[in-house]
């Protein structure tokens, strides 16, 4: 059905996702930090990014603005389980003002990952 990237530096997030996306007929490449990241999406086609926010090297804020500035029609769905010194809330609200076109905090059940890919596929 569609490609997808794949951005996250915990490996089990990365291979759960990877898993349900393929569950639900997609392929996806995965990338352990943002800069790996946006490697990949220069050198890639991809129908939607799935990118978490805090990460190593290059953070999803980052992420979500380089691609926004390379195609500003690519979708792009932000996860965030939190983060020590930010509020939830408050990071996925940056992250929709930076301009996210949805965002998903963690933990999230295989059908809220599904709802929201497949929403914004249709859009793309």
Request: proline share 2%.
């Amino acid at each position: 059905m569609a490609h997808l990237l794949v951005i996250d530096d915990e490996i089990l997030i990365r291979d759960a996702i990877e898993i349900m996306l393929e569950h639900d007929g997609h392929t996806a490449d995965l990338a352990e930090d943002g800069a790996a990241g946006m490697e990949m999406f220069n050198q890639g086609n991809f129908d939607l990014v799935i990118s978490d926010i805090f990460m190593p090297v290059k953070n999803g804020f980052e992420v979500l603005s380089e691609i926004k500035n390379i195609n500003s029609l690519m979708n792009v769905l932000i996860l965030s389980g939190g983060h020590q010194d930010t509020d939830l809330n408050d990071s996925l609200g940056k992250a929709k003002i930076l301009g996210a076109d949805e965002v998903l905090s963690k933990p999230f059940a295989h059908t809220d990952l599904s709802e929201k890919v497949n929403q914004l596929l249709k859009l793309g």
